[in-house]
C-alpha cells in the first residue's frame, strides 16, 4: 500500500492486519498506551518509505528477470486486492488511494512486450 494516512492505518489495522509489514521502522506507527496513535515525523515517513523498498526487493528479487517481472506484478495484483478490501472499510485519500495500481499494471504489461519478456 502506498502512503496511507496514519488515520486510515488505524482504521485498516484492526480488520486488515497484514498492513503492517513486520519491519523495524513499524514501530514509528504504533498505538501509544492510551490507544492514541503515534504520528511519526517526516523523517521517520522516509525510513519506514526506505525499509519497506528494501524488503519489497528482498522478497521479489531473483537472478531471473523472467521470475522477477512475475514477482513484480503479481505483488502489484496483490496490492490490488488489498486496496479493494481496504476502501470496504473506510475511504482513502487521495495520496493513499489506488489510483497508481491501474497505471503501473498497463506500465509493466507494455515494458514486458516491448522488452520481449511477455
Known sequence: MNRI??????IIETVYPEIINGLSCDSY?????NGELRIPSRTEEALQSWEAIKSLIDDL??????????????AVIEAQR??????????MDVKS?????????????????LAGLA
Open 5 to 10: 494516512t496514519i488515520n486510515e492505518k488505524g
Open 29 to 33: 506507527y504504533e498505538r501509544y498506551d
Open 61 to 74: 528479487v531473483t537472478p531471473d528477470i523472467y521470475i522477477n517481472m512475475d514477482n513484480c506484478f503479481n
Open 82 to 91: 488489498a486496496y479493494v478490501d481496504c476502501l470496504s472499510i473506510t475511504a
Open 97 to 113: 488511494n489506488n489510483a497508481h495500481i491501474a497505471p503501473l499494471l498497463e506500465g509493466m504489461t507494455r515494458f514486458r512486450e
